[in-house]
């Protein structure tokens, strides 16, 4: 008989040839627990998804309570969904500029794509201006954002009209111009390795958007739900969108994203043509009970109030020769490196040590930590005495006998 490990290397799609192949078992608050007996503490959050933690029972609640009522009914937009309509007058409570009007979908790429096409429709122009080392989906639209063509190159030609230019360069903002249907952009860079704005970017930003008529999409996917220590960057960074893109903790672990805009931009979707922007599954009513209860725990509790004091106490405890820099926004941290070649060693004994951490898309010499927001002062402790373990072991491994 063929372990369930051969079967999946046999029959499930692979995204790499070297997958990590934890095989889980169950998971509960901070930890993952794997069908060998192993329990690793979640430093990574499934890139950003466990905020709250794994099965955060208000989170459980919601979704059987769910399931007890009804699951899918209609395609989206048709039939009125009580999880959809309490879970986008909540948000609306803490967005300003507008937004108040939330189209629901399944993925953080598929956001992406919606706010692209809402953008040209509604301002009748072309052109979409994204950052260099921006990731914002894997769909050929997103994929199309992304500037790095050694990832793009296999699947070219990407949609036309995408200009890139540099995040927090404000002499570039010029790209953004009258033929621009709007600029997509990260409050704080996530793949590239944890770049927060530089004084003033993104008000900037707001500003040209503003003189020549583009809206401006802020990917707050990553960024959103508390990760940096507010409800989303963009209050911390004291800048409205026109469009804002939220996703992955949004479901405290249930697939759900949305879009988010002003009613009279998004009716651009009902007229001239009408049914603008169609989905079956969007804002699953499970997934919207589960992320209707995780916003309200979020807004209710005083998790994300606390997270700005636990970024410091990373800080003060991530002192090593190997470590050039940590950047953070909040309990999203970049590790850099003083030398590629320790990367894999780090992130390797980490894990093997029961700490999970990941790699970054386009930066090679630092690793991601991005915990769940509910993590203690002593497991914070607890991760960084294994990270700084595993950067002597890094060392040791070069050292000349
Ligand atoms: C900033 C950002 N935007 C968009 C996406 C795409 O989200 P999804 O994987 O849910 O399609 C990601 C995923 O990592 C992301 O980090």
Redesign the pocket.
Known sequence: MPSIRELYLQHVAQTSEIPMMLEISHAEGMYIYTKDGKKYLDLNSG??VSSLGHRHPNVIKAVKDQLDKHLHTMVYGEHIHTPQVTFAQLLSKHLDNGLDSVYYL???????EGAMKLARKYTGRYKIVACSN??????LG?ESLRSDDSFTRSFLPGIPGVYHIDFNDENQLDWIDEDTACIIL?PVQ??AGVYPPQQDYLKKVRQRCKEVGALMVL?????GFGRTGFLFAHKKYDVEPDIL?I??SMGGGM?V?AFVAPKEIMMAFAKKPMLGHITTFGGHPACVAAAHATLKTLVEGDIYQDVLRKEQLFHSKLKHPIIKEVRSSGLMMAVELTRRKYLKHVVNYTIENGALIDYF?FNSTSFRLAPPLIISDEEIEKGCTILLAAMEYAVSKYKKN
Request: no cysteine.
């Open positions: 890139i950003s399944n993925s953080g790429t598929e956001a992406v921006a990731y914002h989906g894997s769909t997103s990260e996530a793949e990917d707050e996917i990553q960024t893109l996703a992955k697939p994203s898309l």
